[in-house]
């Protein structure tokens, strides 16, 4: 089992900045990538930025170049740097672990999710 919880969220005008973190505990040795994703009212969750354990990194297109997603393996947290917020950014923010374990020789994939922290952002 894998716990997560996030900080950070909160209100922020257009163009301003904030940073999102994610703590993880429990059997972390189990946890391969770390990302976060978003989800608006009415919308679906989308994935926002993912890091591997070795730091390889995805982004959504909307956010290339404004988000910096990090990875602090000896802390087992994710950070989200967001730069240059936009009103549409505005959505509750899930951390989430992809964990693989070993059973019975077979690889089983499990994802973990934090409680959520909302994103406001005021034009």
């Known amino acids: 089992q894998v716990q997560l919880v996030e900080s950070g969220g909160g209100l922020v005008q257009a163009g301003g900045s904030l940073r999102l973190s994610c703590v993880a505990s429990?059997?972390?040795?189990?946890?391969?990538?770390m990302g976060w994703y978003r989800q608006a009212p009415g919308k679906q969750r989308d994935l926002v930025a993912a890091?591997?354990?070795?730091?390889?990194?995805t982004y959504a297109d909307s956010v290339k170049g404004r988000f910096t997603i990090s990875r602090d393996n000896a802390k087992n947290t994710v950070y989200l740097t967001m730069n240059t917020l936009k009103p549409e950014d505005t959505a509750v923010y899930y951390c989430?672990?992809?964990?693989?374990?070993?059973?019975?020789?077979?690889?089983?994939?499990?994802?973990?999710w934090g409680q959520g922290t909302q994103v406001t952002v005021s034009s």
């Open positions: 429990g059997s972390t040795v189990s946890i391969n990538a």
């Open positions: 890091i591997t354990r070795g730091g390889s990194t």
């Open positions: 989430n672990a992809d964990s693989r374990t070993v059973v019975n020789g077979f690889v089983v994939r499990r994802d973990y």
